[in-house]
């Protein structure tokens, strides 16, 4: 079983930035594929941006190329997603998941909200 838990969401005014972090509480992380997806209120999960189990690969929703991006320390067992640049259309709830196979996990979410 592997434990997501999100950090860093908040309160932001357009124009500002955040930093998501996903710790991951599995001794394989390495091995895993990670993505971070975002739900508005009254829409579905998309997907924003995902980082390939070695960190090599790389891949952004459209609205979000050039404002956001995903790290992550395999030796810290975390990924991030560094968000610039935000826009009130941002605004969801953030959600990590780690993919291995035809496995996967998601973690509770964490709220962004970009307001002025």
């Known amino acids: 079983q592997v434990q997501l838990v999100e950090s860093g969401g908040g309160l932001v005014q357009p124009g500002g930035s955040l930093r998501l972090s996903c710790a991951a509480s599995?001794?394989?992380?390495?091995?895993?594929?990670m993505s971070w997806y975002r739900q508005a209120p009254g829409k579905e999960r998309v997907l924003v941006a995902s980082i390939s189990s070695a960190g090599g690969s790389t891949n952004y929703l459209d609205s979000v190329k050039g404002r956001f991006t995903i790290s992550r320390d395999n030796a810290r067992n975390t990924v991030f997603l560094q968000m610039n640049s935000l826009k009130p259309e941002d605004t969801a709830v953030y959600y990590c998941?780690?993919?291995?196979?035809?496995?996967?996990?998601w973690g509770q979410g964490t709220q962004v909200t970009v307001s002025s």
């Open positions: 599995v001794f394989t992380f390495s091995s895993y594929g």
């Open positions: 998941n780690a993919v291995k196979g035809w496995v996967s996990y």
